[in-house]
T-cell receptor, first 116, second 114 residues
Framework: AQKITQTQPGMFVQEKEAVTLDCTYDTSDQSYGLFWYKQPSSGEMIFLIYQGSYDEQNATEGRYSLNFQKARKSANLVISASQLGDSAMYFCAMRDPRGGYQKVTFGIGTKLQVIP | NAGVTQTPKFQVLKTGQSMTLQCAQDMNHEYMSWYRQDPGMGLRLIHYSVGAGITDQGEVPNGYNVSRSTTEDFPLRLLSAAPSQTSVYFC?????????????FGDGTRLSIL
């Protein structure tokens, strides 16, 4: 069964430092997509970054990058130069072929707090 | 550009009452989904739709009903509310495609069942 595991319930990082949020996944499908979403305290879900299972290069979006290790089935989010506004919950998610890629599995999230 | 609009934002119900959570999107997205978010459990898929007239069950469908008569709207119905359905509900939409489409989320509906 498809599964996303985020083992860090909470993380602290000093402002301007880099931080890595862990995500491992389990699937028997060859084609899938991995996503990271940010949920600030205001509650909305914000899409950050995407990595496809066939992508050979790690995805990057501004200060966000995804450390994709396919053999280890991990898709860690790296945030560089942390800012106070990065304090939020972060969710890893996977979209796979079930239901025409409509079934998305989410992890339980990691709460990141950026310290001034 | 409204995106995905959910109403109401907050609702308190009594056990046994029924209600409909509304979701509308103006991006002409074929795919729409309903999730519930509970502390320590992430987002869990309730029902989803790949187009008008087509719906299917997700991970936690019991106690909920959906229909999709138009591309824009995807309401979620609680048939007989139970305290276990106290949660934050998110509606999401995305373009039809394969694995690479991110979902666009509404702002959520916070529902309390007394």
């Amino acid at each position: 069964a498809q599964k996303i595991t985020q083992t860090q319930p909470g993380m602290f990082v000093q402002e301007k430092e880099a931080v890595t949020l862990d995500c491992t996944y389990d699937t028997s499908d060859q084609s899938y997509g991995l996503f990271w979403y940010k949920q600030p305290s205001s509650g909305e879900m914000i899409f950050l970054i995407y990595q496809g299972s066939y992508d050979e290069q790690n995805a990057t979006e501004g200060r966000y990058s995804l450390n994709f290790q396919k053999a280890r089935k991990s898709a860690n989010l790296v945030i560089s130069a942390s800012q106070l506004g990065d304090s939020a919950m972060y969710f890893c998610a996977m979209r796979d072929p079930r239901g025409g890629y409509q079934k998305v599995t989410f992890g339980i999230g990691t709460k990141l707090q950026v310290i001034p | 550009n409204a995106g995905v609009t959910q109403t109401p934002k907050f609702q308190v119900l009594k056990t046994g009452q029924s209600m409909t959570l509304q979701c509308a999107q103006d991006m002409n997205h074929e795919y729409m989904s309903w999730y519930r978010q509970d502390p320590g459990m992430g987002l869990r898929l309730i029902h989803y739709s790949v187009g008008a007239g087509i719906t299917d069950q997700g991970e936690v469908p019991n106690g909920y009903n959906v229909s999709r008569s138009t591309t824009e709207d995807f309401p979620l119905r609680l048939l007989s509310a139970a305290p276990s359905q106290t949660s934050v509900y998110f509606c999401a939409s995305s373009v039809q495609g394969n694995s690479n489409q991110p979902q666009h989320f509404g702002d959520g509906t916070r529902l309390s069942i007394l």
